[in-house]
C-alpha cells in the first residue's frame, strides 16, 4: 500500500474534462490537438477525442489519457516510443514507433487511437487544445508525484 505522502517540490500537469457537461461537440480541441501537436489536420489524429454519450440530449465524454502511473502502454511498448512521465502518462518518442498496436491493446481506457497507416496519437498532456474549447470544459491540474517507497500501513 502507498501512503498518501508526496514528493516535495516535484509537480506534473495532466488534461482533466472537469465541466465536460458543458461540451458541445464541436471537436475544436481535437482539431487543436492534431493540428498543434501531431501536426494533421483530422480529428482522427488527436490525442483527445470528443464522443456522443448517446444521444443528442446525453451530452458528450472526452476520451484521452488518464494519466495512468505506471503506464500499462509504456510498459508493453517493445521498443521504448512509449516511455513513463513523471506524474503518470506517457513520453512519446515517435521515431521509435514499429506502429505494432500492443499500446492500444494495453490501455485500459482506450486512449490511444491508431489510424489506417498504423501511426499511433495519444495525449500528452501538454494543454494545447485548452485554449480552443469554446465553454471551458478542459483544465489542466497539478499532480504531485506519490514517493516511490512503499510503506504498508
Not at 461537440?25 to 492534431?34: D, E, I, T, V
Amino acid at each position: 500500500m502507498i501512503t498518501n505522502e508526496l514528493r516535495k517540490g516535484v509537480t506534473m500537469k495532466k488534461l482533466t474534462t472537469p465541466k465536460i457537461d458543458r461540451c458541445i461537440g464541436c471537436h475544436s480541441c481535437s482539431l487543436a490537438c492534431a493540428r498543434l501537436v501531431h501536426k494533421r489536420i483530422s480529428w482522427d489524429t488527436a490525442g483527445i477525442r470528443i464522443r456522443s454519450s448517446g444521444g443528442l440530449t446525453t451530452g458528450f465524454t472526452a476520451n484521452h489519457c488518464l494519466a495512468c502511473d505506471p503506464a500499462p502502454c509504456a510498459e508493453a511498448c517493445p521498443t521504448g516510443a512509449f516511455s513513463q512521465r513523471k506524474g503518470g502518462g506517457v513520453i512519446v518518442k515517435k521515431k521509435l514507433c514499429i506502429n505494432c498496436g500492443d499500446c492500444v491493446a494495453a490501455c485500459p481506457v482506450d486512449a490511444i487511437f491508431q489510424d489506417l497507416s498504423g501511426a499511433v496519437f495519444v495525449c500528452i498532456h501538454c494543454g494545447r487544445c485548452i485554449d480552443f474549447c469554446p465553454h471551458n470544459c478542459l483544465e489542466m491540474e497539478e499532480v504531485k508525484e506519490i514517493a516511490q517507497e512503499e510503506v504498508a500501513s
